[in-house]
């Protein structure tokens, strides 16, 4: 059974801190991976998307990986009020031939 | 455009019952995936159907099942409906299966009592 293993929180930061999200995964073959965000009572929305090791930027948005520790995270820089949310880790392992697994999420609560 | 329209929103149903859901996806795209949703097991994978084709089928019991038309849209049925069914049903829309930013739809309350 492959899985998707993040801390459920909640995690507290305050507002203009950095939030880090972690995420680890069973499968070593997995080559997707992305960070969903759903608010309460919302659908998730994705995010962001990363597939080389190393680091992917967009905007207060970092994802990390590292595959050889089998290890994702999500730095969320300057975070805001209205980065409270559940932050959800899905990967993929095999590209089009098994569907997305998704964490249990993390939730987020950003301190004003 | 349109985003992902599921209907109903909500649903109340007795025990034994049986329950469709619907799915419309985006305009132009062709993958609609079924996800359950509670709140002890997370998000959990239904099926995944592409050009009206089942491509994958989660770990849950044959009550479960669903199918996909020509125009993409995707029902999914419960029959003899448990307590334990009751969950926010998601379905997600792709281009392809291969994409997986997906996006999803509001989702399905069923409760079942």
């Known amino acids: 059974q492959k899985e998707v293993e993040q801390n459920s929180g909640p995690l507290s930061v305050p507002e203009g801190a950095i939030a880090s999200l972690n995420c680890t995964y069973s499968d070593r073959v997995s080559q997707s991976f992305f960070w969903y965000r759903q608010y309460s009572g919302k659908s998730p929305e994705l995010i962001m998307s990363?597939?080389?090791?190393g680091d992917k930027e967009d905007g207060r948005f970092t994802a990390q990986l590292n595959k050889a520790s089998q290890y994702v995270s999500l730095l969320i820089r300057d975070s805001q009020p209205s980065d409270s949310a559940t932050y959800l880790c899905a990967v993929n392992a095999n590209s089009g031939n098994t569907p997305l697994v998704f964490g249990k999420g993390t939730r987020l609560s950003v301190i004003a | 455009k349109a985003g992902v329209t599921q209907t109903p929103r909500y649903l109340i149903k007795t025990r034994g019952q049986q329950v469709t859901l619907s799915c419309s996806p985006i305009s132009g795209h062709r993958s609609v995936s079924w996800y359950q949703q509670t709140p002890g097991q997370g998000l959990q994978f239904l099926f995944e159907?592409?050009?009206?084709?089942?491509?994958n089928k989660g770990n849950f019991p044959g009550r479960f099942s669903g199918r996909q038309f020509s125009n993409s849209r995707s029902e999914m049925n419960v029959s003899t409906l448990e307590l334990g069914d009751s969950a926010l049903y998601l379905c997600a829309s792709s281009l392809v299966p291969t994409d997986y930013g997906y996006t999803f739809g509001s989702g399905t309350r069923l409760t079942v009592v």
């Open positions: 990363i597939y080389s090791n």
């Open positions: 159907y592409f050009s009206e084709t089942q491509r």
